[in-house]
């Protein structure tokens, strides 16, 4: 309780438990309040007035004590691990390839099961036509535009150039694509693919000096200006072995989350599934008519006969989209194919 104690012992304390409890309350009364989340020591810098710091946040210390906690948690694993490997006497490539075969010949068990002896798995959506045999068992990818993401780092989403350390979360050298206040409203080049864009406001790029948000619910952007997409792309059939001809034709279209809200002239995904004809899309020229509610953001296409889509000659899907009022556009963060 560092209500209890002098600066002196304060100052001798742990640095992930100082400030942390006061009286009955954490990191919310006197000292633990004042030291809830980190400060740049310059009382001047913008990274000190940087958003989301409020009452109902964790602060930084409850943080560290859960990354404390599954890191002993790792350590455990991983020791264990090793005094595996040390009493097998073996070598550790055969080892983790014998480990590894079982862990695949389980996987393809699994798999193998009929999916009503799961025992926990619910039609989907209440959909008969989207079957269950299909979204649990076949082959599937996200063409997502989210941070951070493999996707993205690596050239994959956009086809730039791929990059090897895709695992650096602060890496600098991906396309970001467009602010979406510079394209939302304009014509789209119809020999490029839909355009990636960032909403600036969310990013809080006056704080340079640390890196304090890594997550971004970017997003492709349809305005009342024909755009379209064909997919799989070329890096994804290539990075992740897809055959497209091996899809069924299942397609779900995510949006974006906008925190509190989207701007005003943003068409909402409940507009989107509204039937009011704010929003138009395509599959391969076949009209989406209707949506399967799917989570919270997202939502399975259908058109006149159902949820299945028919690819190209190619095995791909081109997907179009447009909104009716020139004045509107639509955030959409991911398109899932099966």
């Known amino acids: 309780d560092t209500d209890l104690l002098s600066e002196v012992e304060i100052a001798k304390m742990p640095e992930f438990v100082r400030a942390f409890r006061c009286g009955t309350m954490i990191e919310s009364t006197n000292l633990c309040g004042e030291e809830k989340y980190t400060m740049d020591p310059d009382p001047e810098e913008p990274c000190n007035k940087r958003d989301y710091r409020v009452s109902w ?54 798999k193998d099961l009929p999916i009503d002896s799961w025992g926990y798995v619910d039609t989907i959506l209440n959909a008969t036509d989207i079957p269950n045999e299909v979204i649990y068992k076949k082959p599937n990818f996200c063409h997502t535009a989210k941070l951070p993401s493999q996707i993205r780092f690596k050239g994959i989403l956009t086809e730039v150039e791929m990059k090897e350390d895709y695992k650096k979360y602060d890496n600098e050298n991906f396309d970001k694509g467009f602010s979406v206040n510079e394209i939302k409203y304009t014509e789209n080049d119809p020999e490029k693919p839909m355009p990636l864009a960032f909403a600036p406001e969310i990013y809080q790029s006056s704080c340079t000096k640390h890196t304090i948000q890594i997550d971004h619910p970017d997003f492709f952007v349809a305005n009342s200006y024909p755009t379209k997409i064909l997919l799989p792309n070329p890096s994804e059939v290539a990075e992740y072995g897809i055959q497209p001809k091996e899809l069924q034709g299942y397609i779900t279209m995510c949006t974006a989350l906008c925190g509190w809200g989207c701007p005003k002239d943003t ?48 095995g791909k899907f081109e997907i179009s989209a447009k909104t009716a009022d020139p004045k509107m556009y639509a955030r959409i963060s991911a398109f899932v194919i099966w």
């Open 267 to 314: 068409v909402s995904l409940k507009r989107m599934i509204n039937g009011t004809g704010e929003f138009e899309l395509s599959v391969n020229g076949v009209q989406v008519v209707n949506y399967t509610k799917f989570g919270e953001d997202c939502v399975f296409m259908r058109h006149s006969g159902g949820h299945k889509f028919a690819p190209n000659s190619d």
């Open 57 to 110: 946040h964790p602060g930084w210390k409850w943080q560290a004590l859960y990354g404390h906690v599954f890191s002993f948690l790792l350590i455990e694993i991983v020791n264990d691990a090793l005094q595996m490997i040390k009493a097998e006497g073996s070598d550790p490539k055969a080892l983790f390839d014998t480990l590894k075969a079982q862990e695949d010949a389980d996987y393809q068990k699994l």
